[in-house]
């Protein structure tokens, strides 16, 4: 049985809405793992820290908040836009409560992000579309490759009876051509087989993708590590995890190259998210992977379809590979969002952090 101590903690914790507590310093003196999870960061790097350390200047209203200390007023601002250091921005309802407690006057946030819900019906709208953008593939897959099939062995058994050389590079060009369509409706449908997974170290696939592109990219991009090295091991498969992110980080590296983006630069960075919903489950945890450029951003134009297969803003782009990085994360039961404007792109991965002794139990 919990004490009503811990149980109270408990219940704080399991809370989606984030509450942060500041002194009359404006000094942060507590965070829920809600609050955590908004600042991206744990205790130990917020506790005592002034909130001007955190976010971009101006976007405090220090003096407002002082006075609500001085009169003890209580305020709220709705849809209010909080911009973080790091060129983060969250939307959020604010409360902001006076308290007078034993160690002084104190100020108790509470932010609950708007987006939350946007996410959630956006994650609905961008799955269903998703399957029947697949559907819809798998139709036309089908009704490429059976003629093509035909006009293959047709352009063989030609070449077999054709005497003239340069006829048979006619039937040659059929046949590799018809090679290439088959490949392309392939590539296409996407990855079909099931994740074989195991309980691996997220960064391990990280890491391996960065040590790809240093060998395999021409173009000279910085790679920062902002690793969270408390995430425990995930229930994943590796291959398809390296495979979905070496995408994204391909994408970003051909944007930064035809954009001249002068000192490109990707960060990689890992948190852990609390209580968030995916894919109509509820987790309690879940590892969150950002993808972070500093290239020209997505065009509006293509914002919306970004996801579907064909649909590309770069020259000679398949427009493949994100729709692949897709349906390889939704194989996991996660998902991928997208926040761009000019000079930062962020792509985010979510993907379910499951307890190993919850699984055995299944």
């Not at 819809?136 to 003629?147: F, S």
């Not at 910085?222 to 390296?242: A, F, G, K, L």
């Not at 994204?248 to 919903?277: C, D, F, G, K, Y």
């Not at 993808?291 to 000679?316: A, E, H």
């Amino acid at each position: 049985m919990q004490s009503p101590d811990s149980a109270t903690t408990t219940l704080i914790n399991n809370l989606n809405t984030a509450l942060v507590m500041v002194d009359e310093h404006l000094n942060i003196v507590y965070a829920n793992h809600a609050g955590e999870a908004l600042f991206e960061t744990g205790t130990k790097q917020l506790y005592g820290h002034s909130l001007y350390e955190f976010f971009m200047p101006g976007s405090i209203k220090g003096s407002r908040l002082k006075a609500a200390l001085r009169k003890g007023e209580d305020f709220t601002e709705n849809e209010i836009r909080l911009c973080f250091r790091e060129n983060r921005f969250v939307q959020a309802d604010l409360t902001v409560t006076n308290l007078q407690t034993e160690d002084g006057p104190r100020l108790l946030f509470e932010l609950r992000k708007i987006d939350q819900q946007k996410r959630i019906s956006r994650e609905n709208q961008q799955n269903a579309q998703h399957y029947a953008a697949r559907e819809l593939i798998r139709g036309l897959a089908h009704e490429i490759k059976n003629p093509l099939g035909g006009i293959r062995g047709a352009a063989q058994l030609l070449e077999k009876v054709l005497e003239n050389k340069e006829h048979q590079e006619f039937t040659q060009m059929i046949i590799e051509q018809s090679d290439r369509l088959r490949n392309l409706v392939d590539r296409l449908l996407g990855p079909n087989s099931l994740p074989r997974l195991q309980w691996s170290n997220l960064h391990q696939a990280l890491e391996k993708v960065r040590t790809l592109m240093r060998v395999d990219s021409e173009t000279p991009v910085t790679m920062v590590r902002d690793y969270d090295p408390s995430i425990p091991d995930v229930h994943i498969d590796q291959d398809m995890i390296q495979q979905a992110v070496l995408n994204i980080v391909r994408n970003s590296i051909q944007a930064l190259s035809e954009a001249h983006t002068p000192s490109p630069e990707i960060r990689l960075v890992t948190r852990v998210e609390r209580q968030m919903t995916i894919q109509g489950k509820r987790h309690p945890l879940v590892a969150k992977l950002k993808i972070v450029d500093n290239g020209p951003g997505i065009p509006p134009t293509i914002r919306d379809t970004l996801f579907y297969p064909m649909v590309s803003s770069k020259q000679n782009g398949s427009g493949l590979g994100l729709s692949i990085a897709q349906t390889l994360i939704n194989h996991h039961g996660g998902r991928i969002d997208v926040d761009s404007h000019p000079g930062h792109t962020e792509f985010v991965l979510y993907l379910p952090i499951d307890r190993k002794e919850s699984l055995n139990e299944q």
